[in-house]
Each structure stands twice: as structure tokens, then as C-alpha cells.
């Protein structure tokens, strides 16, 4: 029988998600590892011939202190030192696979630690043509050089994104002109620290622009030109589409009133059909090609999400982030057409996994992850139900 553990937060929705759909398709509930416990550098044991999915540590408060390390589990910043004890930990689970007989990782723990530093990631996605907004290249290591930079470039609106942060965590959406600014982001700056906020605010204050951008090049900056994104009743969109073994499986539209359209940054779901009815049929076809070719520049990983925002002029297409661990859209069911209709992320991600390493015979068909025919939907007509949790 084929057997999976996770390495993840025990009880953590991420974890319980996967695992309900384990037992809706006749698995026993999946081994849990404890991130507290890899980071702590525990031996890692695992069952011979098990299959290990590695998750995100979710909001575990004592995880969020193994890798930043102490402090206000709301502030913002402490990624360079995050991305390098995560790193060293999907290392450690990597090792134990190695030495566990017959183990198999469904993600490939270095093309996650790209994922989740977005100058690396960019700069992957560009090279295989996926469309990206313009990025500056090289370090950019503070407020002064910032300004320089984009008068270089002659941009006067950047998004400027801490390298190794997620959830919008210290976003800036900037727009600046001479000596004027006005800068839209979640980070709070009180008493000279930065935390993050369930509020999105404008700082027009060139001063505490400054000490904000300064505090979060310390852990480097990724800064891309804005991309103008389309609109629908008066709310700015974007969509975050999962792909499964290179098919894109479910799809949201993400609707907000500021650039950051995260949900928990107050933004909704938005209509994926009127989305897709502006789009028409080969403008979504192409839409979730793209997200495909964003995906397959992360062969050994199962699942990743892809943001993916469309332009105001609802023909242009650029990819914003790839997500290793984008598959959190509870209640999702997936597209018409993808084979997933009917399934939510995780029992699409356990049915591909089925699909590749279901016992055959005595012994199990392990094929690696990526090896399948990749397959795009393309029929806009019924989108998938868009209720549930946040992105």
C-alpha cells in the first residue's frame, strides 16, 4: 500500500487538508513530521517506501522562531535568515530519504529554495521566456539606491518585494516623482520597527519611506516594474492558478482595492467566469499555458502556484510569484477540463500521486514528478466553485 508522510505543522490545516484527502482515496492518513522538530536538528526517521511531501511551516509560532529567530512573530523582516535555516531543513529531510530505503520526495527541496527567493525565481522564469515584468538587475541595497535606480530606468512605479518574503509581507507598491512619493503597503512602521499589518497604508513621508526600504534591504530586495492589471467593478485582479504535475488544476481570482490583492490584506474572490468571458476562449487558453510553462521550470516539484496577473489591456500576461506552497484554496473544486472537476488542490495533488506511485504487482511504479504528458484546460465555460479560505 502506498504510504506518504508529511513534513509539516501537526494539526495545521495544511496538514489535515492533505491528509483528508489521503483517506477519501483509501490511504491511511499520512506519517507527520514536525518542522519544530527538523529545525531543531532531530534525526529525521521515516518508514521504508514512504512517499514525503514537505509543506509550509504555516504561522507556527515556535517554527517562526527556529527560523527568524526570537522575536514579535508580526514583524516584518528576518527572510535571509528564514531562507537559510529553511533551506538547511528541507536538507536534513533530503538526507533522510537518501538513507531511508525505498523513500521518495515528491518536491525537490532546491527548487524550492528558488521559489522562495524571487530574484532566483525571476531570473529562472525569464530565462525560459515566461513573461515577467522588467526587474533591476543586481542588489539594490537601500532607499538612496533605489531612487537612483529607477531615474536610471526610468521608471517611476516598481513593486519592490523583499527577496524571501511571502503573504505581501513587506511589499511596497511605489510610485515616485522628484521629491514626491506615495508608497502602498501591509508594513507598519511604529517606533522605528516594522510589522506587519492586516491594514493596507500609504506613506507619502519621504523619511519613513526611506527608513522602511533601508530595513528591508537588509535582507535583499527584488524590485520589478509595475504591471498595470486589469480591473473588474472597480477592484483590481489577479489569479492564483495551481498546477499538479504539470496540468493547471484550479484557479481563483483575487480581488482587491489596493495592489496588493491578498485576501487577508482584505481582498475577495473575484468572478473567475466574467474573468474568463473578457478573456475569451483562446485568451484563457493562454493564460493557463503560461501558468504551465511557469510550473514546468519546477519539474521535481508535484504542485506549485502560480500568480499570474493579466494586463489592463486584458491581453498582456506576466507571472508575479511561483509558490511552492500555493495550494491552500479550501473548497476549490477544480477546472472543467483538467481532469480535477470535483476535486479540491490536495485531492488532486493525492489522485497524481496515485497516478505515479500506486503499488504495481510486488513492488511500486516510481516515476519521476514532471515525467507526464502535461495537458492545459481549456474551456472557460463552467470555472470552478470559487467559495472558501484565503490565498
Known amino acids: 500500500m502506498t504510504t506518504l508522510t508529511v513534513v509539516g505543522t501537526p494539526g495545521e490545516r495544511r496538514v489535515t487538508m492533505f491528509a483528508d484527502a489521503c483517506v477519501r482515496h483509501g490511504l491511511a492518513g499520512p506519517a507527520v513530521v514536525s518542522w519544530t522538530s527538523v529545525l531543531r536538528g532531530e534525526e529525521v ?116 518585494k523583499p527577496a524571501h518574503g511571502s503573504s505581501a509581507s513587506g511589499v511596497i507598491a511605489l510610485h515616485a516623482s522628484g521629491d514626491r512619493v506615495k508608497a502602498v503597503t501591509s508594513a507598519e512602521l511604529t517606533g522605528g520597527e516594522l ?61 482587491g482595492r489596493s495592489p496588493m490583492t491578498n485576501l487577508h490584506l482584505g481582498g475577495g474572490r473575484g468572478d473567475l467566469g466574467a474573468v474568463t468571458a473578457h478573456l475569451g476562449p483562446d485568451g484563457w487558453a493562454r493564460a493557463l499555458a503560461v501558468c504551465a510553462r511557469a510550473a514546468a521550470c519546477f519539474p521535481g516539484s508535484l504542485a506549485v502556484g502560480v500568480d499570474l496577473m493579466i494586463g489592463a489591456d486584458w491581453r498582456g500576461l506576466a507571472v508575479a510569484e511561483v509558490n511552492a506552497f500555493g495550494d491552500l484554496l479550501p473548497r476549490l473544486e477544480g477546472l472543467p477540463g483538467s481532469g480535477a472537476e470535483g476535486l479540491d488542490t490536495y485531492g488532486a495533488q493525492v489522485r497524481a500521486i496515485l497516478a505515479r506511485y500506486a503499488p504495481v504487482g510486488a513492488g511500486a511504479r516510481h516515476v519521476p514528478v514532471g515525467a507526464g504528458v502535461r495537458h492545459v484546460p481549456v474551456d472557460p465555460g463552467r470555472p470552478g466553485t470559487t467559495t472558501g479560505g484565503p490565498v
Open 45 to 160: 526517521r521515516l518508514a521504508p517506501g514512504t512517499l514525503v511531501r514537505i509543506d509550509s511551516p504555516g504561522e507556527d509560532a515556535e517554527a517562526d522562531a527556529l527560523l527568524r529567530g526570537p522575536g514579535e512573530p508580526s514583524r516584518v523582516g528576518g527572510g535571509a535568515r528564514w531562507h537559510a535555516a529553511f533551506t538547511a531543513g528541507t536538507a536534513r529531510v533530503r538526507e533522510a530519504v537518501g538513507r531511508t530505503p525505498g523513500a521518495v520526495l515528491l518536491a525537490d527541496p532546491g527548487e524550492i529554495a528558488v521559489m522562495f527567493d524571487k530574484r532566483l525565481c525571476h531570473a529562472r522564469l525569464a530565462a525560459a521566456g515566461v513573461p515577467v515584468p522588467p526587474a533591476l538587475p543586481g542588489p539594490v541595497r537601500d532607499y538612496a539606491e533605489l531612487r537612483r535606480r529607477m531615474d536610471e530606468a526610468r521608471w517611476g512605479r516598481v513593486f519592490v
Open 195 to 255: 510589522y506587519n499589518s492586516l491594514r493596507v497604508r500609504s506613506y507619502e513621508d519621504e523619511a519613513d519611506l526611506a527608513v522602511i526600504v533601508d530595513r528591508l534591504a537588509a535582507d535583499g530586495l527584488h524590485v520589478e516594474r509595475w504591471f498595470p492589471k486589469a480591473s473588474l467593478a472597480g477592484r483590481v485582479i489577479d489569479l492564483r492558478v495551481v498546477v499538479v504535475d504539470g496540468t493547471p488544476t484550479h484557479a481563483v481570482v483575487r480581488a
